[in-house]
């Protein structure tokens, strides 16, 4: 089975046998309350999502990243984890502190080792993560909004619980021992913030011709306004693959985490926490986590080749795709010789569009049963 990013998966949750003491020497700590998001981040670290991290990034390690993406250690790293606070004073160097959700401010969420507290260029820091210093771009204006301090250092998880949707929050030990077991050499993954249409179904059943297995990994957490709820784009898979996949070959997982719109950069993110779930590839199609006309159309998959040490593959989905009613399948401006009039546009746009109106999609662009999902959500859409 593939490596974890690093070499190595990090664990860092409390053993269940030292929990309840863990918890009391959090009471008697300095608190800091952080937001859902954030509290997911720590999360992640500690369950080996983000390995090789062990916790929040710190000053030397940032400071490479905005270098040259990459961690001191020289492990590929493009898209910082980072705990912000607002000013240099309200944690201290050296000390420990616990950490708390603020959807649940009773339960201590992780004790933290604080090893820096530093200032950031949030600027630098935009242009170099998502390659522009628009705020109107919404992981720009989420890093203008955050604190003008960093902080850095080792965490260990208190609360491991795994959320609403539990049965699909396996963590990557858990996926790569599913993996295992099904006897899956490789596994190719499918990011995702959207509902499943025809050009998603016919891609991922392309690529189960070249892998044992399909991890179907949407991300569930925060989204621009306009985006699926996390509830609909996982009720809608759940019905996809319950319909029209071999269940044998394919395997639904959430990826709680938010969504940062960073384009090229989250590409190799996404890729790398990919590859800690044990995904030996990933599909990388045109304008990946992008966001408005902020990055090239191949940007996304033009990245990977500055990172050849990355050891996860890319599968790379190029051209503008469509159903063709003369070739009568899913088609693209490289396999289709037909004009215009034979096509019907997977437009993310005009099936919003349709829903908001009540109109199913052509059935050639959406399965009625999973437009019948999204149609029995009083909101489907964030707001």
């Given at each position: 089975?593939?490596?974890?990013?690093?070499?190595?998966?990090?664990?860092?949750?409390?053993?269940?046998?030292?929990?309840?003491?863990?918890?009391?020497k959090a009471k008697s700590l300095p608190a800091l309350v952080i937001n859902h998001d954030l509290a997911r981040d720590a999360q992640n670290i500690a369950?080996?999502?983000?390995?090789?991290?062990?916790?929040?990034?710190?000053?030397?390690?940032?400071?490479?990243?905005?270098?040259?993406?990459?961690?001191?250690?020289?492990?590929?790293?493009?898209?910082?984890?980072?705990?912000?606070?607002?000013?240099?004073?309200?944690?201290?160097?050296?000390?420990?502190?616990?950490?708390?959700?603020?959807?649940?401010?009773?339960?201590?969420?992780?004790?933290?080792?604080?090893q820096d507290v530093f200032p950031w260029d949030k600027t630098a820091a935009a242009q170099h993560v998502f390659g522009t210093t628009d705020g109107n771009h919404p992981g720009v204006a989420g890093f203008y909004e955050r604190g003008d301090y960093l902080v850095g250092g080792p965490l260990t998880l208190l609360d491991n619980n795994r959320g609403p949707y539990a049965a699909?929050?396996?963590?990557?030990?858990?996926?790569?021992?599913?993996?295992?077991?099904?006897?899956?050499?490789?596994?190719v993954a499918?990011?995702?913030?959207n509902v499943p249409h025809a050009g998603h179904e016919d891609l991922q059943k392309t690529v189960?011709?070249?892998?044992?297995?399909?991890?179907?990994?949407?991300?569930?957490?925060?989204?621009?306004?306009?985006?699926?709820?996390?509830?609909?784009?996982?009720?809608?898979?759940?019905?996809?693959?319950?319909?029209?996949?071999?269940?044998?070959?394919?395997?639904?997982?959430?990826?709680?985490?938010?969504m940062r719109?960073?384009?090229?950069?989250?590409?190799?993110?996404?890729?790398?926490?990919?590859?800690?779930?044990?995904?030996?590839?990933?599909?990388?199609?045109?304008?990946h986590a992008g966001v408005g006309n902020y990055y090239g159309e191949e940007a996304a998959i033009e990245i990977f080749e500055h990172f050849p040490d990355l050891e996860i593959q890319p599968i790379t989905i190029r051209g503008d795709f469509w159903y063709c009613k003369a070739c009568a399948r899913v088609a693209s401006d490289r396999t289709c010789p037909h004009g215009e009039e034979a096509h019907i546009p997977f437009s993310g746009t005009l099936i919003r569009k349709g829903i908001i109106e009540g109109q199913a999609p052509?059935?050639?662009?959406?399965?009625?049963?999973?437009?019948?999902?999204?149609?029995s959500f009083e909101r489907p859409f964030v707001e």
């Open positions: 089975m593939i490596a974890a990013h690093g070499g190595q998966l990090v664990n860092r949750v409390v053993p269940e046998a030292e929990l309840p003491a863990a918890l009391e369950r080996g999502v983000f390995s090789p991290l062990t916790g929040f990034i710190g000053r030397a390690d940032f400071e490479s990243v905005m270098a040259c993406d990459r961690l001191v250690s020289g492990v590929a790293w493009t898209i910082p984890i980072m705990l912000d606070v607002p000013s240099a004073e309200t944690v201290a160097e050296g000390s420990e502190i616990a950490l708390f959700d603020e959807t649940n401010p009773e339960t201590p969420l992780a004790i933290m080792e604080v699909f929050n396996l963590f990557p030990a858990e996926t790569r021992q599913v993996f295992q077991d099904r006897g899956w050499n490789t596994v499918f990011q995702t913030r189960l011709g070249l892998c044992d297995g399909l991890l179907i990994q949407p991300i569930i957490g925060k989204k621009k306004a306009g985006d699926f709820r996390d509830e609909v784009i996982l009720e809608t898979y759940k019905t996809l693959i319950e319909h029209y996949f071999n269940p044998q070959r394919v395997f639904l997982n959430i990826l709680p985490t938010e719109y960073a384009g090229p950069k989250e590409a190799i993110l996404h890729a790398i926490m990919r590859k800690n779930y044990g995904c030996t590839h990933i599909i990388i199609g045109r304008d052509p059935a050639e662009i959406m399965r009625p049963e999973v437009f019948e999902v999204i149609r």
